[in-house]
Structures are given as structure tokens and as C-alpha cells.
């Protein structure tokens, strides 16, 4: 059950921060042409997502298995975030960023950690309420 969950916060994160970054950091109107820029923009960046993102959040739950509650929440978000800002400093290290592509990386980063913690939690606590989880 855990990688129905993960495939679907995967999807719906990716979705909800790409449509949320356009709109805010890239001024976009919204009309056809943003629902196919949000779609290519989420399939350029599924490689990060699936290469980075996953391993983090399986990661994060190993972690915080051991805590339950608003505590385990509240140590997954900070998991999530950190990984998410530390992102930049990584690719940094295989590709020459300047500040304002670092800068960008950055919001991306932490816009796409938190949507994915923040999902991960809201179908975690649905699945549990139907015993599924």
C-alpha cells in the first residue's frame, strides 16, 4: 500500500507545485498553453523527482517509523524540507548553477518537498482512517 500512496503523492505533488510555481515565480495566464507547459515542465523534472524525491521520502519514513503523530509529521516536514534545500548545493555539484538558477532550484526544491510531505500526510491519515495503512 505504501507505493500506491507514494505514486499518488508523487503525481498530485508534482501537479499542485509546478501549476503553483508557474502561476507565482513565472507569471503565467492561465489557458491551454499552462496546462501543457505545467505537463512538460513535471515530465522534464520527473527524473529529479524519482532519482532524489522518492529515495528521500522512503528514507523519511524509515526515520520517523519510530514516532507517531504530530511529532512523526512534524520530523517528516523537516525531513523533507532539509533534503529539499539541500537539493540545489547537490546539483551544484554535477552542473554549474549561477546564484539566480540556484535561487530558482531552491524555491522548486523546497515548493516540491513540502507539497510532497504535505500530500504524503493527507493520504497517509485517509488510508489509515479506512484501515488500509
Do not use: C
Not at 505537463?39 to 532524489?52: E, K, N, Q
Not at 548553477?97 to 493520504?123: C, H
Amino acid at each position: 500500500m505504501i507505493i500506491i500512496r507514494k505514486f499518488i503523492t508523487i503525481i498530485l505533488a508534482t501537479l499542485i507545485s509546478m501549476t503553483l510555481l508557474m502561476l507565482v515565480l513565472f507569471d503565467e495566464s492561465l489557458d491551454l498553453d499552462f496546462v501543457y507547459t505545467v505537463l512538460f515542465t513535471s515530465y522534464m523534472f520527473s527524473p529529479f523527482i524519482l532519482l532524489y524525491g522518492v529515495p528521500v521520502t522512503f528514507f523519511s519514513d524509515y526515520v520517523t517509523k519510530q514516532f507517531s503523530g504530530v511529532k512523526r509529521a512534524f520530523l517528516a516536514m523537516i525531513f523533507h524540507l532539509f533534503f529539499g534545500g539541500i537539493f540545489p548545493v547537490l546539483l551544484g555539484l554535477i552542473q554549474d548553477l549561477s546564484k539566480t538558477e540556484a535561487n530558482e532550484v531552491f524555491i522548486g526544491a523546497i515548493t516540491f518537498s513540502f507539497f510532497f510531505w504535505a500530500f504524503d500526510e493527507v493520504i497517509r491519515r485517509v488510508l489509515s482512517t479506512f484501515h488500509y495503512y
